[in-house]
């Protein structure tokens, strides 16, 4: 049977730009971003635990084939398209990523119907700066960061930027001190993320809830899976989003 047969498929529209989502469960909203190469296996399963704690999980559909698995074949077709598409910032800095607004307004979608504080948003690797992005919005508060990797780490500046455009950073640093945290997770030699960690330290101090692994793995919730990545996550949202 389909992973994803027992979640709702469904569109979300904002400024002319539609995709696909996949809704299930019942309590506060959380919107999980897929990795590169899309929903496969692992991430729909970090989902369904997610789903399993009591939580409205929304999953965008963004690139590549729903359910195929992580794998070189599959990673060589969908990489070359995500790193042209005018929706992400791959290597620019200073920028925010295009996607970054669909993202918003379907978190601003999702918080107006389930209500509460705010929804959770979590990112993953090429996706994982776009949480921070979201935050923003003040729908967002629960926004979490597994190993963001935009922009390419390619020269010492790209490694630091956060993929915020200046008057996105301000805000995120007003929201910040205003209380909202902002949750990261990567391993410790993990390339991918760079030194934006340490920005992130930089920019908005305490309130980055910082969370980092001995090893050389790069995906925390996935393929390179940490049991105590999953429980802070889970713990985070619990704080964040039920009180």
Known sequence: ?????????????????????????????????HEIPGLTPDVIGFAEEVVDAGYTVVLPHLFGEPEAPMSPM??????PKVCVSREFTTMATGQ????????????????????GPGVGALGMCFTGGFALAMMVDT?????????????????????????????????????????????????A?????????????????DA???????????STLTEHRQQEGVDRVLAFFADKLVG
């Open 96 to 115: 925010t990523s295009p996607i970054a607004g669909w993202l918003r307004s379907l978190a601003r979608s999702l918080h107006a119907e389930l209500g």
């Open 74 to 79: 599959v990673m060589a077709k969908v990489f």
């Open 208 to 218: 980055f809830i910082r969370v980092e692994f001995d090893g050389k793995g790069h």
């Open 189 to 205: 030699g993990d390339m991918a993320t760079g030194t934006r960690f340490e920005t992130l330290t930089h920019e908005i101090g």
């Open 139 to 187: 729908s967002v508060v629960a926004p979490v960061l597994a190993q963001p990797s935009l922009p390419f780490p390619v020269g010492k500046k790209r490694a630091a930027d956060l993929n915020l455009s200046p008057a996105d950073l301000a805000d995120v640093r007003a929201r910040a001190a205003g209380g909202c945290q902002v949750l990261g997770l990567r391993y």
């Open 1 to 33: 049977m389909s992973l994803l047969a027992s979640w709702t498929q469904g569109s979300h529209e904002a400024d002319g730009t539609t995709h696909p989502t996949y809704r299930k469960g019942s309590g506060p909203g959380v919107i999980v971003i």
